[in-house]
C-alpha cells in the first residue's frame, strides 16, 4: 500500500478524509479537479517528487476557476503551481503566492490509499 | 500563545491612502501580536490604493489591481477598517475622535496620514461643469464620464501630475492642451533645456504646450468652453483638469489646535510628533523642515519611523531627496541630486541629441571629484547609477562625461561593476527603505536565484519599481562574486540556453521532460522550463504532444485557446482562407449546436467561442468526420498563411497566391516553434494579403516569387525584410525550409522571428549567407530535418478523437461528469458571450 502525503499538512487537524477518484485519474505531474460539494479543488499528483498536494480549484487574481489545469513545477526547492491564465505562481505547500503579491489560496492535506486519492477537510 | 500585554495600546490612523496602509502593514509585521489596536478611518469608499500608479486605471488596469491590500487582509490583521468615514474631531485633551458618522473612539496615540488633496487656484469659473481635478478614483470616473462629450481639453499645471494628466487627457482620445504659468514644465525637475527637450518630444505627439500663461478666467455656461489669459490671448476648451500643485489635508489638525505652518501643513519634529507629543502626522500632510514631501518615498520613510519608535526602537526623519524618474507619456525624465546647482559652485557636463530628443546634464563639484545632480530627458537607463553615486559620494572618473555618454567602444554597459562599487549602506530601493547590503545579503543566505524572489524575499522593488533594472545587476554581480557563472539561461532549473538544450535533445536523443531534467537540469522545472522544452521535443521528434500533456501551456495542453471564463475556443484550418460552401455549412451547423459565439477572425478563418472543455473531443469529432483539422490557433507554431485572390480571379494577379498560400500551409501546418509562426502570399505588389507584416511574406513578381522575411504585427510592428528576389516555387520553398528550421533551432523562447533577427550579429546580410550561400554548410541538415517535420505530421486533434483514453482528459471534475458550474453566458447581438 501506498500512502504519500504532503509534509506541511495540518493533516493532525482534518475532520474528515474526503474520497476524491482513482490515482488514475490524476496525470502524471498534473492536476485534475474534484468537486467536493459545492467546491472545486484543484488535486496534484507530483509524480517527480512522489508527493500530492491539492488547493482552491479558483485563481484568487482574477477569480478563474482554473488551478486545476496550471503547471506544477518549483521555485528554489518549493513545489508550485502556476495559473494557466497569468502564470501567477502559488506554494502548494503553503498557499502563498510566489510573486509578492498578497492574495493567497487554501491548500488541503492529502493522502494516499489503496489506489484512492483523499482530500483532508477541516470543518 | 505569546505573551501580551493586559491593555492592547490604542493607535488610531485618519486616513487610509498609501502613507496610511504603510503604516499599518510596517506596524503589524514590527509589532508583537496583542501589543495594539489599529483602527484605521479612511474617508474614501476603498481601501487604500496605488495612487502613484492612478493613470494606469485610464488603460486598464483595475480598481482592484491597484488596491494595495484587499479589505480581507485588513481583517486578518485584526485592524477595525472604517471606510467611507471622515474623521471630524479631534479632542486632543480627552484623545477622542469623532467621525461625521456620530462614531467617537479614544487613542492612546493618533496618527495623521491625512494626505493632500488638489490645489484649485481661485481663477474665475473653475467650479464650472467640466472642471476637474486629478486626485482619487472617483476624479478618474468622473472624467471618464464626461470625456465623451468633450473634444478638448486643457491641463493647468504643467509639473509631474499636470503631465500625467494631459497624459490621461490623451489616452481619452482628447486634443490636449497644457497651460504652465513658468517658464518652463516641470519647473521644480528640469532647467530651460531640459524642459525644451521635453516640450518638444510632447508636441511631437500632439500635445500643445503653452509656457508662460496665466489664467484668468474659465468661461461656458453651464460647461466649460473657454479659457482666458493675462496676455490677452483665449482657448476654446470643454474639459479643463487643474494640476497646480497639492495642498495638505490639515484642516481637521488645525481644528484640534495643533501647529501648523504658514503655508498649510501639519507641523512635526524628526520623531514626527506634532505639536502634541501623542499626535503623529506622516506623508503628505506633514511639514518637516519646511517641506511637504509630495512624494510616496519620503512617506513611506516617515511611517517607518514613527513604527520604529512605537514598538521601542529609535529612528529619526532625516528628511529626503526629491530625486526623481518618470516615464511621461513614453518619454524618460529624470531629475536627482541638485539639478540647478551651476557655476561658480559646480562645474556642468551637458549633452544634447537634437535629433534622438535626448537631453542630459550633470553637475560636477568643483574640485572634479563628486556628482552633485543632473538632469535626464529621453533617456535615463543609467539614472539609478548616477542618483548612487550622488548619494553615497562616489569619487567620480577622470572623465567624468562617461557618466553621461556611457562606455564609448569599450564593451558593454559598465554598470554591473558600478553597483558592486556601491557602498553596503547604499540605498537601492527608496520606496521601502532597502540597502544594497540587505539585498546581497539575502542573495547570499537565501540563495535566491531570480529578481522576483529578491522582489519578494526584501519587498525591495516592489512599490514604484524604479529600482528593479538595478535589482537584476545585483543578482548578476552577487551570483558572479560567488562563483557562479551568469548566462543566458532559461530559468532556475537548466543552466543552459534554448539553443543548447536543443543540441542536447538531439544529440541525447532525449523524448522526455523528466529525462531531460533528470540528467542535465535540477529541481522539478517550472512554467518557463515545461513548456520551452516542449516546444523543442516538438520541434524535434514531432511526436503527438499530448503525449506529455502536463508539460504544455495549458493552450497546448488541451489544443484549444484558453478563455476568460474558464471556456475554450475551436479554430478548424482554412488554409488560405479558401473554404468550400458545404465546410462553410458544416461550421455553421456545429457552432448552432453547440451554441458557440462565432467570429472571422483576423486570419481569414474562423473563431468558435465558448466551448466547455468537456464539449472539445465531441465538437472536433464532427469537425475531422467533416474534413477540418486542427487550426492550431492555440500553439506556438505556424497559425494562418493568409492569401489574396490571386491570378486567378483578380485582374492585376500575376500568379496564383491562393494555391501557393494552401501549399505553403499545408507544408508546414502543425510545425512547432520558438513562438508563433504567421505567413503571407500577396499574388502583386498592391499586397493585399499583408505578407510584409508576416514572418514569412511572398510577393509574386513577372518573374516569380519576391520573398520577405521576419516582420510582425502585434504590440511592436515590424516590416519584413525583403530577402530574395525573382524566386521560382521551389527555390522559394527551400529558402522557407532553411530559414523556419534555422530559426526554429537558433531562437530563445518566445521570441518571433523579427526579434530573433533584431538580435542575430550580422543581420539579414549573415543571414542570407547561412540560408543562401550556405556560409555554415548547414543547409542540407535543415532541409532534411524540415522534411521529415513534414512528413511526420497529423492532426493532433483526429488522434484525440479517435482516442477513448485521450478523450477522457477533456472533463472539467474527476470525480463527476458535470460541467464547471461557474460557466456562464450571457446574450449579446443575437450570440453568448462570457459573464465575468
Ligand atoms: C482570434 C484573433 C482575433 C480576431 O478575432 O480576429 C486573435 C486572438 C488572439 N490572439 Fe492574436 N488573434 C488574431 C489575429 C492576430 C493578428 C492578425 C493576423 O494574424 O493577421 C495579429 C498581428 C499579427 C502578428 O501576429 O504578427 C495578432 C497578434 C497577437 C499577439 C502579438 C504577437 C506579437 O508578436 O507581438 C498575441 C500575443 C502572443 O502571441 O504572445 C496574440 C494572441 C492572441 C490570443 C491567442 C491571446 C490568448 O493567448 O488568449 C487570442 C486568442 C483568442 C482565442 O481564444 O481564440 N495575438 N493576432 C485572431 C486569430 C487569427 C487566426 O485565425 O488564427
Ligand atoms: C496622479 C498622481 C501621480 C503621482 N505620481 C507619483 C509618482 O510618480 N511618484 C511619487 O513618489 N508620488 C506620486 N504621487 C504622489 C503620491 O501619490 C502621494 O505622495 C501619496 O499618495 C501620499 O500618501 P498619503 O497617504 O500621505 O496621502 P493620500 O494617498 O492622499 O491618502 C490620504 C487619505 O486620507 C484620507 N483622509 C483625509 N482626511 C481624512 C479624514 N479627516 N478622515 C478620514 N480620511 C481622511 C483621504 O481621503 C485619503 O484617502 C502621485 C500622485 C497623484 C495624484
Ligand atoms: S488584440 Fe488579440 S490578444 Fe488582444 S484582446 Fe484582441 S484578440 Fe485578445
Ligand atoms: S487568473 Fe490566475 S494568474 Fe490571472
New interface residues.
Given amino acids: 500500500m501506498l500512502s504519500t502525503q504532503n509534509p506541511d499538512t495540518r493533516s493532525s487537524e482534518v475532520t474528515y478524509w474526503f474520497k476524491?477518484?482513482e490515482v488514475s485519474?490524476?496525470?502524471?505531474?498534473?492536476?485534475?479537479?474534484?468537486?467536493y460539494q459545492n467546491q472545486?479543488i484543484a488535486?496534484f499528483n507530483?509524480t517527480?517528487?512522489n508527493e500530492w498536494y491539492a488547493c482552491q480549484n479558483m485563481c484568487p487574481h482574477?477569480q478563474?476557476?482554473?488551478l486545476a489545469?496550471?503547471?506544477?513545477?518549483?521555485?528554489?526547492?518549493e513545489?508550485?503551481v502556476?495559473c494557466?491564465?497569468h502564470?501567477k505562481?502559488f506554494s502548494l505547500l503553503t498557499g502563498e503566492n510566489?510573486?509578492?503579491e498578497?492574495?493567497e489560496i487554501q491548500t488541503y492535506p492529502v493522502k494516499v490509499e489503496d489506489g484512492f486519492v483523499y482530500i483532508g477537510i477541516t470543518e | 500563545m505569546s505573551s501580551s500585554p493586559a491593555h492592547p495600546q490604542r493607535i488610531v490612523v485618519i486616513g487610509n491612502g498609501m502613507v496610511g496602509y504603510k503604516f499599518c502593514e510596517k506596524l503589524v509585521a514590527k509589532a508583537q501580536p496583542g501589543a495594539y489596536q489599529i483602527t484605521v478611518f479612511g474617508e474614501e469608499p476603498r481601501p487604500a490604493y496605488d495612487r502613484v500608479h492612478l493613470s494606469a486605471y485610464f488603460s486598464g488596469t483595475t480598481a482592484e489591481e491597484l488596491t494595495m491590500a484587499p479589505v480581507s487582509w485588513y481583517e486578518e490583521n485584526n485592524i477595525n477598517l472604517h471606510l467611507g468615514e471622515l474623521v471630524t474631531g479631534i479632542d486632543a485633551t480627552s484623545k477622542l475622535i469623532t467621525t461625521h458618522k456620530g462614531l467617537a473612539i479614544s487613542y492612546d496615540k493618533l496618527i495623521l496620514a491625512t494626505g493632500s488633496s488638489a490645489f484649485v487656484p481661485p481663477i474665475n469659473g473653475v467650479e464650472k461643469e467640466g472642471v476637474f481635478v486629478y486626485r482619487t478614483i472617483e476624479d478618474l470616473d468622473a472624467m471618464l464620464e464626461y470625456a465623451p462629450k468633450a473634444r478638448t481639453a486643457a491641463v493647468i499645471g504643467g509639473g509631474l501630475l499636470g503631465l500625467e494628466a494631459a497624459k490621461a487627457a490623451m489616452d481619452m482620445g482628447l486634443t490636449t492642451h497644457v497651460i504652465e504659468f513658468a517658464s518652463r514644465l516641470m519647473p521644480r525637475q528640469l532647467d530651460e533645456f531640459g524642459s525644451d527637450m521635453l516640450k518638444k518630444k510632447l508636441e511631437n505627439l500632439g500635445i500643445s504646450i503653452h509656457l508662460n500663461k496665466s489664467t484668468t478666467a474659465i468661461l461656458g455656461e453651464p460647461g466649460v468652453r473657454k479659457m482666458t489669459f493675462a496676455d490677452g490671448s483665449e482657448l476654446d476648451v470643454d474639459m479643463i483638469i487643474v494640476s497646480a500643485g497639492i495642498k495638505p489635508r490639515d484642516e481637521l489638525a488645525v481644528k484640534a489646535g495643533l501647529s501648523v505652518g504658514p503655508r498649510g501643513g501639519i507641523l512635526v519634529n524628526d520623531a514626527l510628533q506634532t505639536s502634541d507629543p501623542d499626535i503623529y502626522a506622516i506623508g503628505e500632510s506633514a511639514l518637516h523642515g519646511g517641506m511637504i514631501y509630495g512624494l510616496v518615498a519620503p512617506g513611506y520613510d516617515m511611517a517607518e519611523t514613527v513604527v520604529t519608535n512605537l514598538v521601542g526602537g529609535e529612528k529619526t526623519f532625516k528628511g529626503f531627496d526629491m530625486s526623481t524618474k518618470l516615464k511621461l507619456i513614453g518619454v524618460d525624465v529624470a531629475s536627482f541630486g541638485d539639478p540647478f546647482i551651476s557655476e561658480p559652485n559646480a562645474r556642468t557636463i551637458v549633452f544634447e541629441d537634437r535629433i534622438k530628443g535626448i537631453y542630459k546634464r550633470i553637475n560636477i563639484s568643483e574640485d572634479g571629484k563628486y556628482l552633485l545632480g543632473g538632469i535626464l530627458v529621453g533617456e535615463a537607463a543609467n539614472y539609478n547609477m548616477l542618483l548612487q553615486t550622488v548619494q553615497n559620494r562616489i569619487i567620480v572618473p577622470p572623465d567624468a562625461e562617461d557618466l553621461i555618454l556611457g562606455s564609448r567602444g569599450g564593451g558593454s554597459e559598465s554598470a554591473g561593476a558600478g553597483v558592486l562599487s556601491l557602498p553596503e549602506e547604499a540605498t537601492i530601493c527608496s520606496c521601502e527603505g532597502v540597502s544594497k547590503g540587505t539585498i546581497c545579503n539575502s542573495i547570499k543566505d537565501e540563495k535566491l536565484c531570480d529578481v522576483a524572489s529578491i522582489k519578494k524575499c526584501t519587498k525591495a522593488g516592489t512599490s514604484c519599481g524604479g529600482c528593479v533594472p538595478m535589482l537584476g545587476d545585483l543578482l548578476n554581480a552577487t551570483l558572479k562574486e560567488m562563483g557562479q557563472e551568469v548566462k543566458q539561461v532559461l530559468c532556475e532549473h537548466f543552466q543552459y540556453s534554448r539553443h543548447e538544450i536543443l543540441d542536447i535533445v538531439k544529440v541525447n536523443n532525449i523524448r522526455t521532460f523528466d529525462e531531460l531534467i533528470s540528467h542535465h537540469g535540477k529541481g522539478d522545472g517550472c512554467e518557463i522550463c515545461k513548456p520551452a522544452v516542449a516546444s523543442i521535443l516538438a520541434s524535434t521528434w514531432n511526436e503527438l504532444i499530448l503525449k506529455q500533456a502536463t508539460i504544455q501551456d495549458t493552450n497546448d495542453r488541451y489544443l484549444a485557446n484558453i478563455q476568460k471564463g474558464g471556456t475554450y475556443s475551436v479554430v478548424p484550418r482554412i488554409a488560405g482562407g479558401e473554404i468550400t460552401p458545404e465546410k462553410l455549412i458544416v461550421i455553421g451547423q456545429v457552432a448552432a449546436k453547440y451554441g458557440l459565439y462565432t467570429k472571422i477572425t483576423g486570419g481569414q478563418r474562423i473563431d468558435m467561442f465558448g466551448a466547455r472543455v468537456d464539449q472539445l473531443p465531441d465538437i472536433w469529432e464532427e469537425l475531422v468526420n467533416a474534413g477540418f483539422e486542427s487550426g492550431h490557433a492555440y500553439g506556438k507554431s505556424l497559425r494562418t498563411v493568409k492569401s489574396c485572390v490571386g491570378s486567378t480571379w483578380c485582374r492585376y494577379g500575376l500568379h496564383d497566391s491562393v494555391g501557393f498560400a494552401i501549399q505553403i500551409e499545408e507544408r508546414y501546418r502543425g510545425l512547432r516553434s520558438p513562438h508563433k509562426l504567421k505567413g503571407g502570399v500577396s499574388g502583386c505588389v498592391r499586397e493585399c494579403a499583408e505578407a510584409q507584416s508576416k514572418d514569412f511574406g511572398i510577393i509574386a513578381t513577372e518573374k516569380g516569387w519576391n520573398l520577405y522575411i521576419c516582420g510582425n504585427g502585434g504590440a511592436k510592428p515590424q516590416h519584413a525584410q525583403l530577402f530574395a528576389t525573382d524566386l521560382d516555387t521551389e527555390t522559394c520553398l527551400r529558402y522557407l525550409d532553411r530559414f523556419l528550421m534555422f530559426y526554429i533551432k537558433t531562437a530563445e523562447p518566445l521570441n518571433r522571428t523579427a526579434t530573433w533577427l533584431n538580435k542575430m550579429e550580422g543581420g539579414i546580410e549573415y543571414l542570407r549567407q547561412v540560408i543562401i550561400e550556405d556560409s555554415l554548410g548547414i543547409c542540407a541538415d535543415l532541409e532534411r530535418e524540415m522534411e521529415f517535420m513534414v512528413d511526420t505530421y497529423a492532426c493532433e486533434w483526429k488522434e484525440v478523437v479517435n482516442n477513448p483514453e485521450l478523450r477522457k482528459r477533456f472533463q472539467h471534475f474527476v470525480n463527476t461528469p458535470e460541467p464547471d458550474p461557474s460557466i456562464n453566458f450571457r446574450p449579446e447581438r443575437g450570440q453568448k458571450v462570457p459573464v465575468i
Fill in positions: 476524491a477518484a485519474a490524476f496525470p502524471a505531474d498534473g492536476g485534475a479537479c474534484v468537486k472545486q488535486v507530483f517527480r517528487r482574477k478563474q476557476m482554473i489545469r496550471g503547471l506544477v513545477g518549483d521555485q528554489c526547492g513545489p508550485k502556476a494557466p491564465f502564470k505562481t510566489l510573486n509578492g498578497c492574495y
